[in-house]
T-cell receptor, first 113, second 112 residues
């Protein structure tokens, strides 16, 4: 059972470039989310989804876009990368009734030059 | 603005000691409080969780204490071991909008 799979694990971008971080889960979870982790700031919610076709903003959504066309996949798009988006990004999923008991992926480390 | 305040930022204990991590919140809409453990280079993993109508919960060597009136909760690691060295995050969940907010994290080092 793969759980939550994120790709790529590492990525370097130049300012202004766009890219997509991929996230897939095989647990049939309704809820999926993206967090960014920065030193001293914990994990901050970027966007989340409670089911296919439904997305909503978290605490720090600016500069990011998401879509949820299937239950399994929840890609995160950086529209025009900025150095402030240098971070480690985590995708997480759970059942709707999971009450915040999330399963996390291994993370994607992004550096924007 | 951090919705969940966590302290200390880091702590070091000797093997067998009891590291204590404290968290506080203001928003009374939070209705579930999980804790996560994260090892370097890995994603966070659920450790233990508590409902606000329960004052204490134990799972193995990990104990959560919850004070609803003070809006504070804490994690104790009993008989800590070097393998417990990790970063610990408290979190608070709101069922009304499915949002989970994290504290800033505490790096625990257990020395042999």
């Amino acid at each position: 059972n793969a759980g939550v799979t994120q790709t790529p694990k590492f990525q370097v971008l130049k300012t202004g470039q766009s890219m997509t971080l991929q996230c897939a889960q095989d647990m049939n979870h309704e809820y999926m989310s993206w967090y960014r982790q920065d030193p001293g700031m914990g994990l901050r919610l970027i966007h989340y989804s409670v089911g296919a076709g439904i997305t909503d903003q978290g605490e720090v959504p600016n500069g990011y876009n998401v879509s949820r066309s299937t239950t399994e996949d929840f890609p995160l798009r950086l529209l025009s990368a900025a150095p402030s988006q240098t971070s480690v990004y985590f995708c997480a999923s759970s059942y709707i009734a999971g009450r915040g008991e999330l399963f996390f992926g291994e993370g994607s480390r992004l550096t924007v030059l | 603005q951090q919705q969940v305040k966590q302290s200390p930022q880091s702590l070091i204990v000797q093997k067998g000691g009891i590291p204590i991590i404290n968290c506080a919140y203001e928003n009374t809409a939070f209705d579930y409080f999980p804790w996560y453990q994260q090892f370097p280079g890995k994603g966070p993993a659920l450790l233990i969780a508590i409902r606000p109508d329960v004052s204490e919960k134990k799972e193995g060597r990990f104990t959560i204490s919850f004070n609803k009136s003070a809006k504070q909760f804490s994690l104790h690691i009993m008989d800590s071991q070097p393998g417990d060295s990790a970063t610990y995050f408290c979190a608070a969940y709101r069922s009304n909008d499915y949002k989970l907010s994290f504290g800033a994290g505490t790096t625990v080092t257990v020395r042999a």
